[in-house]
C-alpha cells in the first residue's frame, strides 16, 4: 500500500527574484516535510480571463494570431492578462470588445482553474458571452488578430483535429459541451 501523508506542505526558506516585468519570476528555496530542502522555480502572474463569445445564430468567436513562442497561428477563445485592481468580469468584458469588437449584454461565469500549478500562481478566469452587438476591434499597438466564427461542432472537431491546441480554448469547449 502507498504511504499516505497526513500533512502534504512545504515552507519556505528564502525567495530571489530572478526577473521583474508583466509577470515575475522567483526561486524559493523551500523545506519539505521530510526536511529536505529543494528549489521551487516559478511565475508570480497577475491572473487572467477568457470569454466564450456565441452570437444569436449559434456560432463561438474566436481569435487567430501568431505566438511566438510556439511559433505557429493560433485559434483561440479572447483572453488577456487582469490589471492592477482588475476584475475578472471586467477583463472579460474589455478583452471581448478589445479582440473582436463585440460587446455582450449578459456574461456567465463558466469556471476559474490554475492553467499550469507546477510553475505559475496564474488563475484564469472564463465566462460565456451572449446578446452580443457588433462594434469596432481596438487592438493593442503589438497585436494583430483575426476573427473567425464556428460553432461549437466544428470547433470540437477542431480539438479533434489537432486544428486547436490553446489549452483555455479546450477546457472552456470542453466544458460548455459537457456541462452547458
Known sequence: MPKYYSKLTERKVRQKKIYDGIISFYEDQVELIN??????VYTKHPGASAVVPITKEGKIIFVEQYRYPVGKITLEIPAG??????????????????????????FTKMLAFYPSTAFSTEVLHIYLAKDLKKGKQHLDEDEFVNTKELTLKQSLDYIKKGKIKDSKTIIALLYLKTFL
Open 35 to 40: 526536511g529536505q530542502k529543494a528549489s521551487r
Open 81 to 106: 492578462k487582469l490589471k492592477p485592481k482588475q476584475t475578472p468580469l471586467a477583463c472579460a468584458k474589455a478583452e471581448l470588445a478589445e479582440e473582436t469588437g463585440y460587446c455582450a449584454a449578459k
